[in-house]
C-alpha cells in the first residue's frame, strides 16, 4: 500500500462531496455505506473506507490523520466540528506532505 496515494484517493473523494454525520450519503441526502456505488458525499473516515482498504490499510491511514489532530480528536469528531471541508483537506494536506 502507497500512503501517499491513498490519502490522495481520500482526498479526492472529500473535494467530490463532503458530508457531515453520516459516513456517506447519495445524491437524495440519504445514508448509505461508503462504499455504496451510489453513495456520492463522505465524512472523512467514509471516504478513507471508500477506499476498500483492509484493516491494517485503514489503521495506517487513520493514525497517520489522527497524530496530526491538533487535540486529542477521533477524526469523526474533527469532521463534524467543521464548517467546511478546507479544514479536513488541509489535514490530509499535511499528512500528503509528511509522506
Same mark, same amino acid.
Given at each position: 500500500? !502507497? @500512503? ?6 481520500? #482526498?479526492?473523494?472529500?473535494? &467530490?462531496?463532503?458530508? !457531515? ?5 447519495? &445524491?437524495?441526502?440519504? &445514508? ?5 456505488? *451510489?453513495? +456520492?458525499?463522505? +465524512?472523512?473516515?467514509? &471516504? @478513507?473506507?471508500?477506499?476498500? %482498504? ?5 489503521? @495506517? @491511514? *487513520? ?9 486529542? %480528536?477521533? %477524526? ?5 466540528? !467543521? *464548517? ?6 488541509? %489535514?490530509?494536506? #499535511? ?5
Amino acid at each position: 500500500m !502507497q @500512503i501517499k496515494s491513498e490519502l490522495e484517493k481520500v #482526498k479526492a473523494r472529500l473535494t &467530490a462531496g463532503w458530508c !457531515q454525520g453520516s459516513w456517506a450519503l447519495n &445524491a437524495n441526502g440519504m &445514508a448509505v455505506e461508503s462504499t455504496s456505488p *451510489t453513495a +456520492c458525499k463522505w +465524512c472523512l473516515m467514509g &471516504a @478513507i473506507y471508500s477506499l476498500g %482498504l483492509p484493516y491494517m490499510g485503514r489503521a @495506517i @491511514i *487513520t493514525k497517520r490523520l489522527e497524530d496530526l489532530l491538533p487535540e486529542e %480528536l477521533l %477524526l469523526t469528531e474533527f469532521n463534524d466540528y !467543521q *464548517t467546511s471541508r478546507d479544514p479536513i483537506l488541509a %489535514l490530509i494536506d #499535511k499528512a500528503i506532505a509528511a509522506c
